[in-house]
């Protein structure tokens, strides 16, 4: 004690030879660790949560599913349509200057037309890869027909018959006509058609699914 008092006062005669007393170190009190409880904002899923999810979802997909191909499908026919419908009016175009399709090839139609690619049967052609087939109606020249595959499982067909009565090769009335057929198989596709499902009709027919 009184060398702690000594040590407070100012030093009377140097050299200073006081020092100043440690400090006293208390023993800390050590804290138990801190369990948190879990709330309900940190707790999993249970078995029973996750399969109640997973059978939402198969749901969500059966009734999507059948829609979304549906779609596919529908889109791939319109791209058929649309590429025979380009491909007969361009054959059009050359019949005006000649009074004839003969002469017409593949290559001919395409330098008329360069985003279609035609072949000749029976090699198949498919409307996923843009494809036309071309046939010459016998008769005259007077008439030609083509046709494309669709995923769907369809194969469209495009009639001009520019003759005033029903083409003997085709079997179709004079002007445009269009039809479908479901054959078993895109080579079946690349075959002469004369007996369309349905019949020959003046605009593209609906499916039976609608489309």
């Given at each position: 004690?009184?060398?702690?008092?000594r040590?407070?006062?100012?030093?009377?005669?140097?050299?200073?030879?006081?020092?100043?007393?440690?400090p006293?170190?208390?023993?800390?009190?050590?804290?138990p660790?801190?369990?948190?409880?879990?709330?309900?904002?940190?707790?999993?899923?249970?078995?029973?949560?996750?399969?109640?999810?997973?059978?939402?979802?198969?749901i969500?997909?059966?009734?999507a599913?059948?829609?979304?191909?549906?779609?596919?499908?529908?889109?791939?026919?319109?791209?058929?349509?649309?590429?025979?419908?380009?491909a007969?009016?361009?054959?059009?175009?050359?019949?005006?200057?000649?009074?004839?399709?003969?002469?017409?090839?593949?290559?001919?139609?395409?330098?008329?037309?360069?985003?279609?690619?035609?072949?000749?049967?029976?090699?198949?052609?498919?409307?996923?890869?843009?494809?036309?087939?071309?046939v010459?109606?016998?008769?005259?020249?007077?008439?030609?027909?083509?046709?494309?595959?669709?995923?769907?499982?369809?194969?469209?067909?495009?009639?001009?018959?520019?003759?005033?009565?029903?083409?003997?090769?085709?079997?179709a009335?004079?002007g445009m006509?269009?039809?479908?057929?479901?054959?078993?198989?895109?080579?079946?596709?690349?075959?002469?058609?004369?007996?369309?499902?349905?019949?020959?009709?003046?605009?593209?027919?609906?499916?039976?699914?609608?489309?």
């Amino acid at each position: 004690m009184e060398l702690f008092i000594r040590s407070m006062l100012p030093c009377q005669i140097p050299p200073c030879r006081y020092r100043l007393p440690m400090p006293i170190q208390l023993p800390m009190r050590q804290r138990p660790p801190i369990r948190r409880k879990r709330g309900l904002d940190e707790r999993g899923f249970t078995l029973i949560e996750l399969m109640v999810v997973l059978l939402i979802m198969g749901i969500l997909m059966a009734i999507a599913l059948p829609t979304l191909l549906s779609t596919s499908k529908g889109a791939n026919d319109k791209a058929a349509q649309s590429d025979l419908t380009s491909a007969v009016y361009a054959a059009k175009s050359y019949y005006i200057s000649g009074s004839t399709f003969s002469g017409i090839t593949p290559n001919v139609m395409e330098k008329i037309m360069h985003s279609i690619t035609f072949v000749a049967p029976p090699t198949p052609a498919s409307a996923s890869n843009n494809q036309v087939w071309i046939v010459i109606g016998t008769t005259n020249h007077q008439s030609v027909e083509m046709g494309s595959w669709s995923s769907s499982g369809l194969c469209w067909i495009a009639v001009d018959n520019q003759a005033s009565s029903n083409s003997t090769t085709f079997n179709a009335p004079p002007g445009m006509s269009y039809a479908y057929i479901s054959p078993s198989s895109a080579s079946k596709c690349s075959n002469l058609v004369t007996a369309p499902k349905g019949g020959w009709n003046d605009h593209w027919p609906r499916t039976p699914s609608g489309l």
